[in-house]
């Protein structure tokens, strides 16, 4: 079984850490993957070295005429068994539509938050459609498959997974503790991208109780 794993780029984030580390699995589970990016940026550079061929489409991302005709394109002449898909609502419709058209199942990765998506919300209508057009979601919560109402027919649970070789560059503890002049005991720590929508402020004013 052949699986196309199409997502926008491979720049730094959790969704696409998720998407290299389950085609890894995959892999190792002997089904063949291939990797299809709309744009050619690349933070995670270990995605190279687990000998998935990555194809990246030209021009514009945001041109979904061009886009669509490459991805028509590259999907047949790909022939995959299923098309996963990691993009944004917009550019997975476009996907999505494609794929219908050439006939290939859809596994949509659309759930990456576990925030709720309602009618009101810009993106409603289009959460619908490509809920509509794919064969199974897959969300690493279900806290997000609860949160974006994904049908329990569709619904699958993929936890995230862990690639142990990343802690071969963990630096020791007592290195730390003296590069940051940490004399505490008990040190808690909150890991994720330092971006605002990892809400920090609660975390720090919990930790002031």
């Known amino acids: ?7 926008d780029n491979i720049k730094g984030g959790g969704k696409e850490q998720r998407m290299i580390q389950l085609s890894k699995g995959l892999v190792d589970q002997g089904l ?4 299809l990016m709309l744009e050619n940026k690349i933070d995670y550079s270990n995605v190279k070295n687990l000998n998935i061929k990555i194809h990246i489409l030209k021009g514009n991302p945001k041109n979904y005429l ?6 028509y394109r590259k999907i047949k002449n790909i022939n995959p068994d299923i098309v996963q898909i990691w993009s944004n609502l917009l550019p997975a419709l476009f996907i ?8 290939k199942k859809i596994v949509g990765s659309y759930v990456t938050v576990a925030s709720r998506i309602t009618f009101l919300h810009k993106h409603f209508f289009l959460k619908k ?9 897959v969300a690493n919560s279900q806290a997000g498959l609860d949160a974006f109402k994904v049908p329990k027919s ?6 995230n997974g862990f690639d142990e070789s990343r802690t071969k560059k963990i630096t020791s503890p007592d290195l730390l503790r003296e590069k940051h002049n940490i004399n505490e005991k008990i040190i808690v720590i909150m890991a ?6 990892k809400d920090y402020n609660t975390y720090l004013d919990a930790a002031k109780i």
């Open 32 to 35: 063949e993957v291939e990797i």
């Open 66 to 71: 061009n886009v669509s005709l490459q991805l």
């Open 192 to 197: 994720a991208r330092f971006s605002v929508h």
């Open 154 to 159: 569709k619904a699958v649970l993929i936890y």
């Open 1 to 7: 079984m052949k699986i196309l794993q199409i997502i």
């Open 96 to 103: 999505s539509i494609v794929s219908i058209v050439l006939g």
């Open 129 to 137: 459609i490509n809920f509509l057009l794919s064969t199974k979601i």
